[in-house]
């Protein structure tokens, strides 16, 4: 990593932005490799903000939810536990623990907009971080209000009820688009990536950004 830190500017600052929706076990996976990449290029004196950008796999869940397990059956069929448990085992090797059994898939509207405030405050990678681990690990439902306001506390966010109008442009801008499949993850000046890049993939992207600025 020294030589690529030699090539950095004095001040470098790299615009990432990444579609994503909570639910989405790739977009969790790809998420934490990001931390992780950012984590290490920032020690090395790059700077780098991340803009969240909303996408629903499923804008017509409703409040309440339903058990995550009943929607993988719905779309895996016959096949549901073993994919389970292979997402399980992935996590695993990720770092990270999933708990699909009483996870709730429940309308990621109100969880969008909260990161959106996070991310007024600064603390917008916090938030999706915790709003990723009280769905996957610790079967939270997040289109509940008063869960959403626990979390928020945790991270050090000032609750809004701001940003409804803004989050619903942002979804209809991503529709607009033609996004069918997440993550996307852009960095300045370089192809979009999608699918699930591995750790060093996007340490690389940061510093070829850097470079192309």
Same mark, same amino acid.
């Given at each position: 990593?020294?030589? !690529? /830190?030699?090539?950095? %500017?004095?001040?470098?600052?790299?615009?990432?932005?990444?579609? $994503?929706?909570?639910?989405?076990?790739?977009?969790?996976?790809? #998420?934490?490799?990001?931390? +992780?990449? /950012?984590? +290490?290029?920032?020690?090395?004196?790059?700077?780098?903000?991340?803009?969240?950008?909303? #996408?629903?796999?499923?804008?017509?869940?409703?409040?309440?939810?339903? /058990?995550?397990?009943?929607?993988?059956?719905?779309? $895996?069929?016959?096949?549901?536990?073993?994919?389970?448990?292979?997402?399980?085992?992935?996590?695993?090797?990720?770092? @990270? &623990? $999933?708990? %699909?059994?009483?996870?709730?898939?429940?309308?990621? *509207?109100?969880?969008?907009?909260?990161?959106?405030?996070?991310?007024?405050?600064?603390?917008?990678?916090?938030?999706?971080?915790? @709003? *990723?681990? =009280?769905?996957? &690990?610790?079967?939270?439902?997040?289109?509940? !209000?008063?869960?959403?306001?626990? !979390?928020? =506390?945790?991270?050090?966010?000032?609750?809004?009820?701001?940003? &409804?109008?803004?989050?619903?442009?942002?979804?209809?801008? &991503?529709? +607009?688009?033609?996004?069918?499949?997440? %993550?996307?993850?852009? *960095?300045?000046?370089?192809?979009? !990536?999608?699918?699930?890049?591995?750790?060093?993939?996007? @340490?690389?992207?940061?510093?070829?950004?850097?470079?192309? +600025?």
């Amino acid at each position: 990593m020294g030589p !690529l /830190l030699a090539l950095l %500017p004095m001040d470098p600052k790299v615009n990432v932005q990444m579609v $994503f929706d909570i639910p989405c076990v790739w977009s969790y996976f790809t #998420y934490a490799r990001l931390q +992780r990449a /950012l984590a +290490r290029f920032r020690a090395g004196g790059g700077q780098a903000e991340l803009t969240f950008r909303p #996408y629903q796999l499923v804008p017509d869940a409703t409040v309440e939810g339903r /058990l995550k397990v009943d929607v993988l059956r719905h779309a $895996f069929g016959d096949d549901a536990e073993h994919s389970i448990g292979r997402i399980a085992a992935l996590a695993s090797d990720e770092g @990270l &623990t $999933f708990h %699909p059994a009483r996870a709730v898939h429940s309308n990621t *509207f109100q969880a969008h907009r909260l990161i959106a405030v996070a991310s007024a405050q600064g603390r917008g990678e916090d938030m999706a971080e915790r @709003l *990723f681990r =009280a769905h996957h &690990t610790d079967q939270l439902n997040l289109a509940d !209000l008063d869960t959403l306001k626990t !979390l928020a =506390a945790e991270v050090g966010v000032g609750w809004s009820d701001e940003g &409804t109008a803004r989050t619903r442009e942002e979804l209809e801008s &991503t529709r +607009r688009l033609g996004v069918h499949g997440i %993550p996307i993850l852009q *960095f300045e000046g370089r192809p979009a !990536l999608t699918g699930t890049p591995s750790e060093d993939s996007l @340490l690389t992207a940061l510093h070829s950004a850097v470079g192309r +600025r």
